[in-house]
T-cell receptor, first 114, second 117 residues
């Protein structure tokens, strides 16, 4: 099993629909992140969580919400999807300790809003 | 302001030659970390190499090395002896403090490398 699992892998949804992207990790790390990738823009941080009760907005949180159901689970919701939310979404986790403690990424969810 | 700048949207290199992918960064932190990731066409993010701001020697990992010039705020990735499998998107990223005092990765816009036979 992958260290970070994202579901679904691909999703097509209609404008205005609510959609949830799920992420679970088996690394035992406290820190989890959601990123969005658009062509030519790299990955941008949406939300991050350092603990079940510690959730923070990133650079582009508008139109998104998150839920940290447990240490291992971090879900991203689009309350009312719009076409410019079409992107590749990544979940990641990292550990504490030295600054170079590695980040592990999921395989990504490719979301298309039509 | 852009924190991580990758000025080469696309690069071509001949197989077996070396290639340098540029990355400059902007931070006022004294303690930070710089990462390079590879993203093949399949989409996954593969960690390549890390350089800490206090590391005095350039990081190396196999065919990858990081040319770290702290005063110039640059962290270029050097791939030696390019292989066809190196064709991918490459991202430079910096681990830095967010407004919350927590650290997270900030990414550049990427460089698409194509290795030609």
């Amino acid at each position: 099993d992958a260290d970070v699992t994202q579901t679904p892998r691909n999703r097509i949804t209609k404008t205005g629909k609510r959609i949830m992207l799920e992420c679970s990790q088996t690394k035992g790390h406290d820190r989890m992140y959601w990123y969005r990738q658009d062509p030519g823009l790299g990955l941008r941080l949406i939300y991050y969580s350092f603990d079940v009760k510690d959730i923070n907005k990133g650079e582009i949180s508008d139109g998104y919400s998150v839920s940290r159901q447990a240490q291992a689970k971090f879900s991203l919701s689009l309350e009312s999807a719009i076409p410019n939310q079409t992107a590749l979404y990544f979940c990641a986790t990292s550990g504490p300790g030295p600054i170079n403690y590695g980040y592990t990424f999921g395989s990504g969810t490719r979301l298309t809003v039509v | 302001a852009q924190k991580i700048t990758q000025t080469q949207p696309g690069m071509f290199v001949q197989e077996k030659e070396a290639v340098t992918l540029d990355c400059t960064y902007d931070t006022s932190d004294q303690s930070y970390g710089l990462f390079w990731y590879k993203q093949p066409s399949s989409g996954e993010m593969i960690f390549l190499i890390y350089q800490g701001s206090y590391d005095e020697q350039n990081a190396t990992e196999g065919r990858y090395s990081l040319n770290f010039q702290k005063a110039r705020k640059s962290a270029n990735l050097v791939i030696s002896a390019s292989q066809l499998g190196d064709s991918a998107m490459y991202f430079c990223a910096m681990r830095e403090f967010m407004d919350t005092g927590r650290r997270a990765l900030t990414f550049g816009s990427g460089t698409r490398l194509q290795v030609q036979p």
